[in-house]
């Protein structure tokens, strides 16, 4: 009985180490459980064995009760009959009450395992299902990822094989007030204004006109691509007369001459193309100097791949 109870106090602790049980804690568990349950046999069994016992104590009291019957030739004998009597009476009631107590304990013991072990199984049963949705979680956002990231390189091929076709079509302009650079995954055509308009005039030169017909060719001949096209002076105070008040006026028109020259090729959709005037707001040299002026002065053509794929995946 020392050997139950020591046995189930060191199951309990086990049990209350962790709100989590791993793989052997569980199994170290159902072992523990397992030596309860023989010591539960045995315990039958030493039942069985004083309820033999009992038999026999109670085939003694009625033989000893029919030889006081026989017997009852002296006093002293009826004294000696009656006390063995007394004493074989007692044996049986703590014979009866110590069954009686080693099964209730036990079964409350064994109980109480049981119960233990079920709320650990369903505790175990419920992180399991947790981990398994965490699981398929990851997958799902893996699997996403790799879907994302594959188009994402294909948008990096496409920006690149549109860098190439931009610089091939104005090959001969690029270094000559003209520059072509990616940046963000959009390919910019950077136009300066001597390439295009004179001082504080929105009307295209001709040989800007030129490379803005090269340009108008590539487009025409790849139509998933998208065109913002910004105008940017510098910070000197416009002082213009007519329709032109200030900077503002000034970028706006002249992406808006940009937009015109292209549409000139009619295989160009004009929902593809936007104009924007960005004034002297977005400088690419703050210097306050003659050649930062001029860099600032310019029409920049930006060129976009269709990202449908990507958005949808973004969704």
């Known amino acids: 009985m020392k050997y139950v109870k020591i046995s189930f106090i060191l199951l309990v602790s086990a049990l209350g180490l962790g709100s989590c049980v791993s793989s052997t804690q569980y199994n170290s568990l159902n072992s ?6 023989d010591d539960r046999n045995r315990i039958n069994e030493r039942m069985n064995n004083l309820a033999n016992e009992n038999a026999d104590l109670k085939r003694r009291l009625q033989e ?3 030889t006081a019957k026989k017997y009852e030739t002296t006093e002293a004998e009826r004294i000696s009959l009656q006390k063995q009597l007394v004493e074989l009476q007692g044996l049986m009631d703590r014979s ?3 069954n009686i107590k080693e099964t209730g304990s036990m ?11 079920q709320k650990r199984e369903d505790d175990l049963a419920a992180k399991l299902r947790e981990l398994q949705q965490m699981q398929d979680e990851m997958e799902k956002r893996n699997k996403r990822l790799m879907e994302l990231e594959t188009v994402l390189a294909r948008k990096d091929s496409m920006v ?14 690029e270094g000559k007030g ?4 990616t940046k963000n995954g959009k390919v910019y055509v950077s136009m300066e204004d001597k390439l295009l308009f004179r001082s504080g005039r929105y009307d295209i030169e001709a040989r800007g006109a030129s490379a803005i017909k090269d340009l108008a060719l590539m487009l025409a001949q790849n139509p998933e691509i998208n ?11 416009y002082r213009g007369t007519g329709d032109l008040k200030d900077n503002w006026d000034l970028s706006v028109k002249r992406a ?31 210097a306050k100097t003659a050649d930062a002026r001029q860099k600032n002065r310019r029409i920049e053509i930006i060129l976009t791949p269709k990202l449908d794929e990507l958005f949808e995946i973004l969704e």
Do not use: C, W
């Open 96 to 98: 009866r009450r110590q």
């Open 32 to 37: 523990d459980y397992r030596l309860l349950m």
């Open 178 to 181: 003209l520059s072509v650079h």
């Open 160 to 173: 690149t094989a549109l860098r190439r076709k931009v610089s091939d079509a104005l090959l001969g302009f």
């Open 256 to 286: 808006t001459s940009v937009v015109r020259e292209l549409l000139k090729n009619s295989q160009i959709d004009a929902r593809r193309i936007t104009a924007a005037g960005r004034g002297e707001f977005i400088p690419l040299d703050n």
């Open 107 to 117: 079964s409350i013991e064994i109980q109480r395992t049981r119960e233990e072990l």
């Open 64 to 66: 000893l009760e029919e």
């Open 227 to 237: 065109v913002l096209i910004e105008g940017h002076t510098d910070d000197v105070t």
